[in-house]
Antibody
């Protein structure tokens, strides 16, 4: 069974940093492109970042230069290092597995809440 | 930056058909994907590649696409279908983009 479990969320002050993790199991993690998606309170889904199976990274305009996505295939884990956090980064952050053949995100974690507030 | 647009809300009565449209220039050349998200839950993929139903999704959910508009159709809406629905596509740079979401109320 495919499982994605996020962790690392919490309360952080504006300008601070936080590192999110996503533990993957039930599939060959190294073979899949992975993504971070967030949903701010009262807002819709926003794609944040992706990393290919070979390590190529891509970012949404709102986080480019502040967030860094990475992966450790030996630990079956996905990460999101978030710097210079702002109030509008407050959201539930989800990791999601992308399907190469079909496209789209077929599997999602349950999310971890990041609250940026003074 | 590229955008896809969908209505913010709509309401239907149980048993009726709901059609949620998603528009964007890139949809003429890129596939659309549809997700359902209920409060407090993670999104669920309903439709991929415009028309293909994801595993385990009821047949009342279907997708179509024509030109720059993709449409999610829910036939015989049930109370449990009350949720937020999002379309998704990609831009020319390979970035994923979500529509703003449509809140479906079943009255």
């Amino acid at each position: 069974e495919v499982q994605l479990v996020e962790s690392g969320g919490g309360l952080v002050r504006p300008g601070g940093s936080l590192r999110l993790s996503c533990a993957a199991s039930g599939f060959t993690f190294s073979s899949y492109n992975m993504n971070w998606v967030r949903r701010a309170p009262g807002k819709g889904l926003e794609w944040v970042s992706s990393i290919s199976s070979s390590g190529y990274t891509h970012y949404g305009d709102s986080v480019k230069g502040r967030f860094t996505i990475s992966r450790d295939n030996l630990k079956n884990s996905l990460y999101l290092q978030m710097e210079s956090l702002r109030a509008d980064d407050t959201a539930v952050y989800y990791c999601a597995r992308a399907e190469f053949a079909t496209g789209g995100f077929h599997f999602w974690g349950q999310g971890t809440l990041v609250n940026v507030s003074s | 930056s590229y955008e896809v647009t969908q209505p913010p809300s709509m309401s239907v009565s149980p048993g009726q058909t709901a059609r949620i449209a998603c528009s964007g220039d890139a949809l003429a050349n890129q596939f659309a994907y549809w997700y359902q998200q209920r409060p407090g839950q993670a999104p669920v993929l309903l439709i991929y590649k415009d028309t293909e139903r994801s595993s385990g999704i009821p047949e009342r959910f279907s997708g179509s696409s024509s030109g720059t508009v993709a449409t999610l159709t829910i036939s015989g809406v049930q109370a449990e279908d009350e949720a937020d629905y999002y379309c998704q596509s990609t831009d020319t740079r390979g970035s994923w983009v979500f529509g703003g979401g449509t809140k479906l109320a079943v009255l």
